[in-house]
C-alpha cells in the first residue's frame, strides 16, 4: 500500500471507528439516562449520530473523502471507473477493510467507554421483510445524496445534508437506518441498545448492497454523468492528496 493510500485508509478506519463509537456510545448513554423511555432514547440516539456525523465528515473529508461507508465506496468505484475519477479498485479494497475493522474497534471502544466488555454480542433481533426494505430505502437515498451533492458542485453542505439525512432516517425507518455494511458489522459487537444480532447481520448488508445497487439505476436516470464527480464523494480530496504529498 502507498503512503498515501495508507494515509486515507487511516482517515476511513478513524472516521468509522469514531462514528460507531458514537452510535454505540450515545446509545449506552440514551438508555442510561432515559430508561423507561425507548422514544427519548432514540432521539438521544439520533441526534448524537447526526452531529458526530457531520464533524467527523468535516475532519477526516479532506483526507479520505469521509466515506465510512463500504456501499458508498464501492458505489464511486463503479462510477468514476470510466472516467478516471474516483476509487481505483486497491483504493476500494483498502477503504473497505478499513472501514469493517474501524467499525469494530469503534464498538469495542464504546464499550469499555461504559465500563462494559470490550465484546458481547449482541442479542438483538433485526430481522423481516419490512426491516430489509427500510434499509434498502435507507441506503439508497444516502447514496444517491451524497452523489447528487457532488454532481451539483454542493459538498460543502455534505456534512450538514448527510448528517440531517441519517438522523431523519433514523425515525422514517423500521430499521433505524443502519445504511451502512461496516457499521451493521460493528454493531454486532455490543449488546447494548445500538446492537444487532450476528444473525441478523447478513440480511441488513443484503438489503444495503440493494440499496447501493437502486442507487446506481437512479443516478443514471437523474444524474447521467455522476461519475464525472466521483472524486469529491463526500469531500473532494484528491487535489488536497496532490497538494499535501
Known amino acids: 500500500m502507498s503512503r498515501t493510500l495508507a494515509r ?9 471507528a ?8 450515545s446509545g449506552i448513554a440514551a438508555a442510561r439516562l432515559s430508561p423507561t423511555d425507548v422514544g427519548l432514547q432514540l432521539l438521544e440516539n439520533a441526534i448524537a449520530t447526526a452531529f ?8 477526516f473529508g479532506p483526507v479520505s473523502g469521509a466515506h465510512f461507508n463500504p456501499v458508498v ?16 479498485g486497491s483504493d476500494l479494497a483498502a477503504y473497505t477493510a478499513a472501514q469493517v475493522t474501524g467499525a469494530i474497534a469503534g464498538s469495542v471502544l464504546a464499550n469499555l467507554m461504559f465500563d462494559l466488555p470490550a465484546v458481547a ?7 423481516g421483510g419490512n426491516l430489509w426494505l427500510a434499509e434498502i430505502v435507507a441506503t439508497a437515498g444516502l447514496v444517491v445524496l451524497v452523489f447528487a451533492l457532488a454532481r451539483s458542485g454542493r459538498t460543502a ?3 450538514a445534508a448527510v448528517g440531517a439525512y441519517i438522523g431523519a432516517a433514523y425515525w422514517f425507518t423500521s430499521s433505524t437506518s443502519f445504511a451502512n455494511p461496516a457499521v451493521t458489522v460493528g454493531r454486532a ?11 441478523s447481520v447478513p440480511g441488513f448488508v443484503a438489503a444495503q448492497l440493494v440499496g447501493g445497487l437502486v442507487a446506481v439505476a437512479a443516478l443514471a436516470a437523474w444524474y447521467p454523468d455522476a461519475g464525472r464527480a466521483a472524486d ?6 484528491r487535489t488536497q492528496e496532490t497538494t499535501t504529498r
Open 8 to 16: 486515507r485508509a487511516s482517515a476511513e478506519f478513524a472516521g468509522t
Open 18 to 25: 469514531l462514528l460507531v463509537a458514537a452510535v454505540v456510545g
Open 52 to 59: 458526530a456525523l457531520g464533524a467527523l465528515i468535516l475532519t
Open 73 to 88: 465506496s464501492a458505489v464511486d468505484w463503479w462510477l468514476g471507473r470510466r472516467a478516471g475519477t474516483g476509487l481505483t
Open 121 to 127: 454480542w449482541s442479542q438483538t433481533g433485526r430481522t
Open 157 to 159: 453542505v455534505a456534512p
Open 189 to 199: 459487537f455490543t449488546d447494548t441498545f445500538a446492537g444487532i444480532a450476528p444473525t
Open 232 to 237: 469529491a464523494v463526500l469531500v473532494p480530496h
